[in-house]
């Protein structure tokens, strides 16, 4: 059984080696996961290198992520070397959100933006309250500890709410919730980031970490993430994006393909789910395009910083 194991994965590995993933410079659509042919208009994807058509690629997606939910976590400290959490904290000091903020994570999956996103505010609060309590001159102790105990919000009136396409993904999301004693001021909440289950002009915050390379059709989600934001509202977005470094693309690319899928089955035992993964990356538009995409989907004063050398960018958006 093993030998058969480590035979299946050999075969895999040196079918690889034959997929364009040598190739130094990757072909890109311009509309990144978008691909419409001229004799087929918007009837044609991307699902990584393959070409399907829109309505199957949801279904694919689903798959992926249905099939990894478990391993998940465990697979980004592995093929990241932990650097997807620097990326996702970045993420939060960027937002840094004010008090009562109202977040919509979109593609929020097992709930990593969440739960840093509770982490700050709650920081924040209880910052808040020292240096109130540090203003005051000659409070009591029993006034210091009676602040301390009171039922006040500690989160200042700060909301997430996690929205996700994936059943799975919430699942695993919740139990995190629980096991790391995060109860108030979350809600999970299933759903399309094509066609969000939510009232126009209701969010502060939009946030989408590693999700909008999977949805089929990029542009809707971008309007929705707008008609969903509050006027002066912000989108940020987390996601692969291209690196401009010839030999550390070139090394990213041998890793990418040659290294993560071969993690993928070992840990998570997923080969296809991790190709997809890496395939998707080299689809997705480049920092100038994706902020042209932004900008069409009506955001204002759209900005990106790009982080380890490319390999992620955040973009930032406002709705005015
Ligand atoms: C299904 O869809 C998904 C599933 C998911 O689980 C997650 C997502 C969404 C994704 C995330 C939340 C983040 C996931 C993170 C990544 C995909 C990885 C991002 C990569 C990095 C931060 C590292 C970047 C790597 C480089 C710039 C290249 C450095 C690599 C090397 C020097 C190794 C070069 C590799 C080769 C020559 C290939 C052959 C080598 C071997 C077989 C030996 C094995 C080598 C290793 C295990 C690597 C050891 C590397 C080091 C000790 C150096 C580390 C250096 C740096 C990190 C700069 C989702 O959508
Ligand atoms: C790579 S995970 C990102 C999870 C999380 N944001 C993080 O940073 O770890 C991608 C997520 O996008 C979700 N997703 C894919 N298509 C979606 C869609 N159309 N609407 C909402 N979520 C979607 C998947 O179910 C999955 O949970």
Same mark, same amino acid.
């Given at each position: 059984? /093993?030998?058969?194991?480590?035979?299946?994965?050999?075969?895999?590995? #040196?079918?690889?080696?034959?997929?364009? @993933?040598?190739?130094?410079?990757?072909?890109?659509?311009?509309?990144?996961?978008? !691909?419409?042919?001229?004799?087929?208009?918007?009837?044609?994807?991307?699902?990584?290198?393959?070409?399907?058509?829109?309505?199957?690629?949801?279904?694919?997606?689903?798959?992926?992520?249905?099939?990894?939910?478990?391993?998940?976590?465990? #697979? &980004?400290?592995?093929?990241?070397?932990?650097?997807?959490? $620097?990326?996702?904290?970045?993420?939060?000091?960027? #937002? !840094?959100?004010?008090?009562?903020?109202?977040?919509?994570?979109?593609?929020?999956?097992?709930?990593?933006?969440?739960?840093?996103?509770? &982490?700050?505010?709650?920081?924040? !609060?209880?910052?808040?309250?020292?240096?109130?309590?540090?203003?005051?001159?000659?409070?009591?102790?029993?006034?210091?500890?009676?602040?301390?105990?009171?039922?006040?919000?500690?989160?200042?009136?700060?909301?997430?709410?996690?929205?996700?396409?994936?059943?799975?993904?919430?699942?695993?999301?919740?139990?995190? /919730?629980?096991?790391?004693?995060?109860?108030?001021?979350?809600?999970?909440?299933?759903?399309?980031?094509?066609?969000?289950?939510?009232?126009?002009?209701?969010?502060?915050?939009?946030? $989408?970490?590693?999700?909008?390379? &999977?949805?089929?059709?990029?542009?809707? /989600?971008?309007?929705?993430? !707008?008609?969903?934001?509050?006027?002066?509202?912000?989108?940020?977005?987390?996601?692969?994006?291209?690196?401009? &470094?010839? %030999?550390?693309?070139?090394?990213?690319?041998?890793?990418?393909?040659?290294?993560?899928?071969?993690?993928?089955?070992?840990?998570? @035992?997923?080969?296809?789910?991790?190709?997809?993964?890496?395939?998707?990356?080299?689809?997705?538009?480049?920092?100038?395009?994706?902020?042209?995409?932004?900008?069409?989907?009506?955001?204002?004063?759209?900005?990106?910083?790009? %982080?380890?050398?490319? $390999?992620?960018?955040?973009?930032?958006?406002?709705?005015?």
């Amino acid at each position: 059984m /093993a030998t058969h194991r480590s035979r299946a994965l050999w075969s895999r590995v #040196m079918r690889s080696c034959r997929l364009p @993933g040598f190739r130094s410079s990757w072909p890109r659509g311009p509309l990144g996961a978008r !691909h419409v042919s001229q004799e087929k208009q918007a009837t044609e994807t991307h699902f990584g290198f393959e070409t399907v058509s829109e309505e199957e690629k949801g279904g694919k997606v689903y798959h992926v992520f249905e099939s990894v939910a478990k391993k998940y976590d465990v #697979m &980004n400290d592995m093929m990241s070397f932990g650097i997807h959490r $620097i990326w996702k904290d970045l993420l939060l000091s960027k #937002m !840094h959100p004010f008090p009562g903020t109202q977040l919509l994570d979109v593609a929020g999956g097992t709930g990593d933006i969440a739960f840093r996103f509770l &982490n700050y505010v709650h920081e924040q !609060h209880k910052g808040k309250q020292k240096r109130q309590l540090r203003a005051q001159q000659n409070l009591s102790w029993e006034e210091i500890a009676k602040k301390y105990q009171s039922e006040e919000d500690p989160l200042g009136g700060s909301r997430v709410v996690v929205c996700d396409i994936n059943k799975e993904m919430l699942k695993i999301g919740k139990q995190k /919730a629980r096991a790391q004693g995060h109860k108030a001021g979350l809600a999970w909440v299933l759903g399309d980031a094509e066609e969000l289950p939510f009232d126009d002009d209701k969010f502060d915050v939009y946030t $989408i970490a590693f999700g909008i390379r &999977n949805v089929t059709h990029i542009d809707q /989600a971008l309007q929705e993430a !707008h008609r969903v934001l509050k006027p002066g509202g912000r989108f940020l977005c987390l996601e692969f994006s291209q690196v401009n &470094n010839p %030999l550390i693309s070139r090394l990213y690319d041998l890793y990418s393909f040659q290294v993560i899928p071969v993690l993928g089955e070992v840990i998570a @035992g997923d080969w296809k789910s991790y190709q997809y993964l890496v395939e998707s990356i080299r689809q997705f538009p480049s920092q100038e395009e994706f902020k042209e995409m932004i900008e069409d989907a009506g955001f204002e004063k759209v900005t990106y910083e790009s %982080l380890t050398s490319g $390999i992620v960018a955040i973009h930032s958006g406002f709705k005015l």
